[in-house]
Nanobody
Framework: QVQLVESGGGLVQPGGSLRLSCAAS????????MAWYRQAPGKQRELVAR???????NYADSVKGRFTISRDNAKNTVYLQMNSLKPEDTAVYYC?????????WGQGTQVTVSS
């Protein structure tokens, strides 16, 4: 059974940093494209960053230069380092694991950027 467990969310002041982690189990992690999405209240879920099984990386324009996605295949974990956080980054952040036929979601972790 595929399971993704996110952690690392919380309340941070504008300009601060957080590091999200997503631990995967039940999959051959190194074969999967991993991604972070976010969903703010009243808005659609949007892609934040994606890292392929080969290491190719894509970012949403809104987070380029501030967020960094990485993966550790030995630990079956994907990370999202978030720096220079803004109030508009406030959302529930979801991890996903993508194969050619299926996308699996984690339960999400809340990130709130507020003074």
């Amino acid at each position: 059974q595929v399971q993704l467990v996110e952690s690392g969310g919380g309340l941070v002041q504008p300009g601060g940093s957080l590091r999200l982690s997503c631990a995967a189990s039940g999959i051959i992690f190194r074969a999967y494209t991993m991604a972070w999405y976010r969903q703010a209240p009243g808005k659609q879920r949007e892609l934040v960053a994606r890292i392929s099984n080969g290491g190719s990386i894509n970012y949403a324009d809104s987070v380029k230069g501030r967020f960094t996605i990485s993966r550790d295949n030995a630990k079956n974990t994907v990370y999202l380092q978030m720096n220079s956080l803004k109030p508009e980054d406030t959302a529930v952040y979801y991890c996903s694991a993508d194969s050619s036929i299926l996308r699996t979601w984690g339960q999400g972790t809340q990130v709130t950027v507020s003074s």
